[in-house]
């Protein structure tokens, strides 16, 4: 099967056919991700090229499997993980990220590798850059299992008082607060009860300590 998934990939083929083949390579990834590294020569190139497709599904397939590459196969694909970034940060800048479902799915998808990227990468990511970004393209709210990922990370920069996510003088605890209430609001973190509570813990301590905002 791996020349037939192969040529799926190849230049001039449909969208969907790249789509379905990188679906399959995604599950190597995750659930064989120790022979991943044998089968980098079929798949890498055209995932990290699919990251910016016209397709949002195809978009969704590429970024999903660089989120495990990050998550499950760091220690082999490290810089390539790095020289992701960029692509990822353009696929959720793109006009059309959000206007309708697959193109919701393929954007929060991106959000997600970027955070897998930073929370598993240990070296080389640019956080000052990154970061900000990052939290600026919050919140996820109709993926709920990369949802889990996004806001358990997200939870962990608050527990360090990361300044990037609070912002100088904790000016981002407005936007914060809103995104809480757009998780709660879309009963995104229904799979993730653990990741849920800490996320409203952390809104009732802001909202004690920094009443003066009006929240």
Same mark, same amino acid.
Request: glycine letters at 6%; charged letters at 20%; hydrophobic letters at 40%.
């Given at each position: 099967?791996?020349?037939?998934?192969?040529?799926?990939?190849?230049?001039?083929?449909?969208?969907?056919?790249?789509?379905?083949?990188?679906?399959?390579?995604?599950?190597? /990834?995750?659930?064989?991700?120790? #022979?991943?590294? @044998? *089968?980098?020569?079929?798949? /890498?190139?055209?995932?990290?090229?699919? =990251?910016?497709?016209?397709?949002?599904?195809?978009?969704?397939?590429?970024?999903?499997?660089?989120?495990?590459?990050?998550?499950?196969? @760091? &220690?082999?694909?490290?810089?390539?993980? /790095?020289?992701?970034? +960029?692509?990822?940060?353009?696929?959720?800048? #793109?006009? %059309?990220?959000?206007?309708? &479902?697959?193109?919701?799915?393929?954007?929060? @998808?991106?959000?997600?590798?970027? !955070?897998? =990227?930073?929370?598993?990468? %240990?070296?080389?990511?640019?956080?000052?850059?990154?970061?900000?970004?990052?939290?600026?393209?919050?919140?996820?709210?109709?993926?709920?299992?990369?949802?889990?990922?996004?806001?358990? *990370? /997200?939870?962990?920069?608050?527990?360090?008082?990361? !300044?990037?996510?609070?912002? !100088? #003088?904790? +000016? #981002?605890?407005?936007?914060?607060?809103?995104?809480?209430?757009?998780?709660?609001?879309? @009963? !995104?973190?229904?799979?993730?009860?653990?990741?849920?509570?800490?996320?409203?813990?952390?809104?009732?301590?802001?909202?004690?300590? *920094?009443?003066?905002?009006?929240?």
């Amino acid at each position: 099967l791996l020349p037939t998934f192969s040529d799926m990939l190849g230049e001039g083929r449909p969208s969907s056919y790249k789509q379905w083949s990188l679906c399959i390579f995604d599950d190597l /990834l995750e659930f064989a991700s120790q #022979n991943a590294v @044998n *089968y980098q020569e079929y798949f /890498l190139q055209p995932m990290l090229v699919s =990251i910016c497709d016209t397709y949002a599904p195809t978009r969704q397939a590429a970024a999903y499997g660089v989120g495990v590459l990050a998550e499950k196969c @760091n &220690k082999d694909f490290s810089q390539v993980c /790095l020289d992701a970034l +960029s692509p990822l940060m353009i696929s959720v800048q #793109n006009p %059309e990220a959000r206007i309708d &479902k697959p193109g919701i799915h393929a954007t929060e @998808n991106a959000i997600s590798a970027i !955070t897998k =990227i930073c929370k598993f990468i %240990e070296h080389g990511v640019p956080l000052d850059t990154v970061l900000p970004f990052w939290f600026s393209s919050l919140p996820v709210v109709e993926d709920k299992e990369e949802a889990c990922h996004v806001y358990s *990370y /997200l939870c962990d920069l608050i527990d360090r008082n990361n !300044t990037h996510i609070l912002g !100088t #003088n904790n +000016s #981002n605890v407005p936007k914060l607060l809103g995104i809480i209430g757009d998780v709660v609001a879309h @009963n !995104t973190l229904s799979d993730g009860e653990h990741v849920l509570q800490r996320l409203l813990a952390i809104g009732r301590h802001i909202q004690k300590q *920094y009443s003066y905002f009006g929240y």
